[in-house]
């Protein structure tokens, strides 16, 4: 074979569901020299990684720590350290990462049931109650920000009516973690897992997770050994742990990109980054608004930093999508399942929740969709974002 | 909490077990500009990747690709895959990972049975025969290059037997991938899987893995599914075949990293790079021979990247350890296992297999061992390895 070329990849503006724009410091982060998995230098970084979580997390759990894989593997560290052969779970679907969960946890040998709303829409308790009683389930799973349907899911009431039932919580953080509050002790969850590529803008490649003490009994009391050797919190914890006992030979420039991502996060303040995120949101909707494009979300209901909208009767949604990547190089996400075709996600998500970015995507999409004969006023969004802007400063 | 300072990592030389040292080609892959998982530049890295980590597994097997996480991962891949509850395993035990395997093989609900030699030593046919003739397993693991014990096992006559028995051959190449001689097509191997922090020098966090057509096949038919989401191929083919149907969010820039990593093995030519790594072990050998320090695997067996050598009696381990991080910033590794305190396991892999490296760890390790009081003939280190240098010019 002729070898390639080293690579030079075109540098893009990340406006999809993931990963998002990474911030400079972040890059050179991943880029600096790589350590052993236990020098001492690599485990005061881990330490220091770990107390920088359970600030985002808003937890004081001591098994908090990067599960060394993507955040979709965070999902299953979730669920194959609480569930065992036989267990009840019940998911709670209305997009396509509660349908994952079912998936997962079926194949944890679990017996799974499922409360379902429509995509777009979120839970209530009253959605819940009837199954929480009939079914006793160990395990209840939720996700708070569907990425499929930008929809936010509130947690606290869930997490209360969980508890009242019995059952262990775990809710998936992957799109919220760093763009709006996630309350890890306060709302009472019992274990949370996230990604490293959505508003923490660090590439892809880990998952932060947390479990708290009631989680880690239940671990440490399981009947059968956790499915999975790699994920196996149990053992993991020594390796977190003061102990320091080798199990996997740890991905450290993925750390250290983590480490400078989440310390970014936490030195802008998690109150001014979450109002970043809102403010952000706000111009962009107001912006879509003026081209007449919806949200698909339950109003109230949509998150800040994944913006799912229904494409305009008439557009073609690979023309539009294309354009922007190849003209401006901006990437949005298409629709996922039910929604492919039919809506596009726009990221705001940590770095790429900034003005610069949301100005950039009206005016380009203006341009693509008066191609398409959409009857638009010129300038109309830029003006309405811009009014949005000045209000808030 | 008050916030950690930017990481400004210290600047290692890596000759541990792994990770080792990192060509900067690599590293500043790694902190290219990010782009989507789907975006077409990504698509054609990916194809590019698998068509070279083809190259380096010597086969022509289409399921070629790298797992998202560290190579334990990959170890986890190929059981998950191909073992289902019920099935019988049979392992070679004579080091960690062959324990490891029984431990993840396990977990998959097989009936496992093994076969062990001592640490250091390796495996015959005959060692095999009874137990592939009475037990008649499914599948077969072995560890080419044993990381905890440097003992070198031959594959081919292995993976002979392995299918005259009518059994499947999961082979660990983990530290032998790109240091030495891996030929997944001439050899028969059934399932391959490596780890990106060896003898590639990328930093740790992916794991190539090859599946052959019977391999692929066996995971099509399965009775039940993949017990672990994250790992199932016959989902990640969809991710990683024309289709690019979306799975998880590919680690983007540790991607670029074993991208640059695999062109530059290909580049230098495999048989060059192996011959590399043969000179530099026989450098060290000579070296380490004149301060009287033995190797702890077989004769004959010895792998040319990971040494494990008799830490000499009377000398303590973790001062030398100690004393060769801290005045040289020298990584090497301790023993695991069995040989915890009675062994080093010193490193000459991928970028770190160089004469440069050899040379300072020979100096400083004379220095450190004199000051513990070991008799030697000073500089009678370096001059036997200058000859080897010298001999092989």
């Not at 608004?289 to 009767?313: C, E, K, R, Y």
Request: proline share 6%; glycine share 10%.
């Amino acid at each position: 074979m002729s070898l390639p070329e080293r690579l030079q990849p075109p540098v893009r503006v990340l406006m999809g569901p993931g990963p998002s724009d990474i911030h400079p410091n972040v890059l050179e982060a991943m880029g600096k020299p790589t350590v052993g998995h236990l020098d001492p230098y690599y485990l005061e970084i881990m330490d220091q990684l770990q107390q920088m979580l359970r600030t985002l997390f808003q937890t004081q759990n001591q098994m908090t720590f990067a599960v060394s894989a993507t955040g979709s593997a965070g999902m299953e560290a979730a669920f194959v350290n609480l569930v065992e052969p036989g267990d009840r779970v019940m998911i709670c679907v209305n997009g396509v990462f509660g349908s994952r969960m079912v998936d997962v946890a079926t194949r944890c040998g679990a017996e799974v049931k499922t409360v379902e709303r429509p995509w777009g829409e979120v839970f209530s308790v009253e959605d819940l109650a009837p199954l929480l009683d009939q079914f006793q389930p160990k395990v209840v799973g939720i996700v708070q920000a569907e990425t499929s349907t930008g929809a936010n899911q509130p947690i606290p009431e869930i997490a209360n009516a969980v508890h009242q039932a019995n059952a262990m919580l775990i809710v998936d953080a992957v799109t919220a973690l760093g763009g709006m509050p996630v309350k890890v002790d306060e709302w009472g969850v019992d274990v949370m897992y996230s990604g490293s590529q959505k508003c923490l803008s660090c590439p892809p490649g880990l998952a932060p997770i947390t479990f708290n003490p009631k989680a880690v009994d239940v671990i440490l009391n399981r009947r059968s050994k956790v499915q999975s050797w790699y994920l196996d919190v149990s053992m993991l914890a020594s390796y977190w742990g003061s102990e320091r006992v080798y199990h996997h030979t740890a991905p450290i420039n993925m750390s250290y990109g983590l480490h400078e991502a989440v310390r970014l996060v936490l030195a802008e303040g998690l109150d001014v980054c979450f109002a970043r995120h809102q403010l952000q949101h706000q111009a962009l909707k107001a912006g879509l608004a003026a081209m007449g494009i919806s949200f698909a979300a339950q109003d109230g209901h949509q998150l800040p930093m994944l913006n799912a909208v229904t494409i305009p009767h008439g557009v073609d949604d690979v023309t539009v999508r294309k354009g922007l990547l190849e003209r401006f190089g901006i990437e949005i996400g298409g629709g996922l399942g039910a929604f492919k075709g039919k809506v596009w996600r726009i990221g705001l998500m940590g770095y790429a929740a900034r003005s610069n970015n949301v100005l950039l995507l009206l005016a380009g999409l203006e341009q693509l969709l008066a191609e398409q004969g959409v009857s638009l006023e010129p300038g109309a969004s830029i003006a309405a974002a811009n009014q949005v802007y000045s209000a808030g400063r």
